[in-house]
């Protein structure tokens, strides 16, 4: 008969197991509220709230076109959370300059509902992630919910609107003066296209193929170029980062990308036999340092819950699997690169979100 030893027990102070305790119900207020952001955000309450006026629930509920029960219970809940102003003689109820701007104007650096959105998306799913643990099975991009899909493209468009043109590119050695005479550009791993299209608005001399292996996010990339009205400049295929088509470019980019690929070093060969002699290769990565105790902060986290939840699944999902990690940080980075043959390689520019990286042959 096998019998297992009991592990010793360990003091407990009460007043530390308290505090965790009650952080751990704000955790949980703060996970419902993923949905309730997502909740405000398509049902409107946030814009039309955004002007400052105070409203109750019967006024936001008439001016929304929604049912009063839901406004009253939605409007306290963003109140306990300090996202609404609660006057409690008018029992009104007012949206903050700041949160509106981070909640409403999607031309503010700080807009917020895609990052909300991407993170409800990732939670749904979580329960496939839980199984594939078990097995070591991958999930991948293709498998998830559209939430996911299109709340990674409103939070990482905000980051390519209010930094790609004015900071991104102009870091890079010489490339701004290619683009402006014409260049050709491939823009690997491009999602919806958000920043295909950015690029060709700015570049009208330049041509532009953004490729994805996901077929409906080509499919959305198309609409919104046509839309965009540079149609005519930019192509759109689906294509692995591994195969994508044409060569002698001058700029490849990568945004937010390379960490989810099954196969980086393998993308990054194709890339230096894609490339000009004199091109450069772009790596927009999360920003993360190279050791855990570096990433041990906010965004760490929340980049270490989707590399769990979204990112390593997908890269298990396709063949190698290599799974770096949205936090891999530079020198993971680098050591892809310079395996696959690249010489040069330099931090570029950064945000608090992302880390943009140069590399050339």
Request: with cysteine; hydrophobic share 40%.
């Amino acid at each position: 008969m096998t019998t297992t030893e009991l592990p010793t027990a360990r003091p407990i102070d009460p007043d530390k197991l308290m505090g965790f305790v009650f952080r751990a119900v704000d955790e949980v207020g703060a996970t419902l509220n993923t949905a309730l952001v997502v909740m405000g955000d398509a049902l409107g309450y946030y814009r039309t709230m955004a002007d400052g006026t105070p409203v109750t629930p019967s006024e936001l509920a008439e001016r929304t076109g929604t049912d009063e029960h839901y406004t009253r219970e939605w409007l306290a809940a963003q109140a306990a959370g300090s996202y609404l102003e609660y006057d409690p003689e008018t029992r009104s109820y007012t949206l903050p300059a700041e949160q509106a701007a981070a909640l409403t104007d999607e031309n503010s650096p700080a807009y917020l509902p895609g990052f909300f959105q991407i993170a409800h998306g990732t939670v749904r799913d979580a329960a496939a992630v839980l199984q594939a643990a078990r097995t070591g099975d991958g999930i991948g991009w293709h498998a998830h919910n559209g939430d996911v899909h299109v709340g990674c493209e409103r939070f990482f468009r905000t980051m390519y609107n209010a930094h790609l043109i004015g900071e991104w590119l102009p870091a890079l050695d010489g490339v701004v003066e290619k683009l402006e005479r014409g260049a050709t550009v491939a823009d690997v791993g491009c999602g919806h296209g958000a920043s295909t299209v950015l690029m060709a608005q700015h570049y009208p001399r330049s041509t532009f193929i953004g490729s994805d292996y996901h077929e409906g996010s080509i499919a959305v990339a198309r609409e919104r170029a046509e839309r965009a009205g540079v149609a005519d400049r930019v192509r759109f295929e689906v294509a692995p980062a591994t195969g994508f088509s044409g060569r002698d470019y001058d700029l490849v980019t990568m945004f937010d990308c390379l960490h989810d690929m099954g196969d980086p070093v393998g993308a990054a060969r194709h890339v230096k036999e894609a490339l000009a002699a004199d091109g450069t290769w772009m790596i927009v990565e999360p920003m993360a340092g190279d050791r855990v105790e570096d990433n041990l902060n906010p965004i760490g986290r929340a980049y270490y819950g989707f590399s769990t939840l979204l990112c390593t699944p997908a890269s298990l999902s396709q063949d190698v699997g290599l799974a770096l990690g949205t936090q891999a940080g530079p020198a993971r980075i680098r050591d892809v690169a310079t395996t696959a043959g690249f010489r040069r390689f330099r931090p570029a520019a950064g945000t608090p979100f992302n880390n943009v990286l140069e590399v050339r042959r």
